[in-house]
C-alpha cells in the first residue's frame, strides 16, 4: 500500500552555520511507491536542495555587538545586572562561608580553566545581596560595557584579600 502524503523537511544549520535538511517523515527501509509518488518526493528534494543552495550563496549577515548582546538578553530571559565590585569586595573582606563562596564564584567565572569546587546548594546560604552578587558575577562578561581590565582588578584584589585572610587565619 503506497503512502500520498507531502515530504516535511525542515531547512536549518548545523554547527558550522552550513544549511542542513531534516526531512521529518521519510519513508523507511523496503518502502513501497509508485512512479508518480517518486517523482513528487523527488521534486519536493529537489527543491529543498535549491533552498539550501540559495541560502548558501547568500552574503553573511553581520550583526553589531548590542544587536546581540538584546538577542542574547531575550533569549536568557532575564536582565542581567552588572557587577558591584566595590561590593563584592566588601562581602569577600568580611569573609565566612558567603565571602569564600563569592570569591570562589568569581575566579571560577574569571578565569574559566579554575573548577568552581562548590555545590550549587551552597546558594541558599547567601542573602539576598550574596545571591544577587553571585548572579551579576556568572553574568559579568554578559553586560555592555563590561571590561576584561577592571575585571582583572577585581582579580586581583580578591586574590590579596583571600591571601591576607589566610595569613591572619594562619597566626
Known sequence: MSQNRSLHIEITSDR????LAIVKNFPGLDAEMYSDNLRKMAAQLIQAADDMDALNSEQPQT?????LMVKQEQERGIDPLPLEPELLLDRIAQGGHSGQFLADAFLSTYRTDK???HSLGELIHLDAEG??????IL???HVPGWSDDALYHVELQIKSILKFSRMEAAQ
Open 16 to 19: 558550522r552555520a552550513k544549511p
Open 63 to 67: 550583526i553589531s555587538i548590542d544587536d
Open 115 to 117: 573548577p568552581f569546587l
Open 131 to 136: 545571591f544577587r552578587l553571585f548572579h551579576e
Open 139 to 141: 553574568h559579568m562578561r
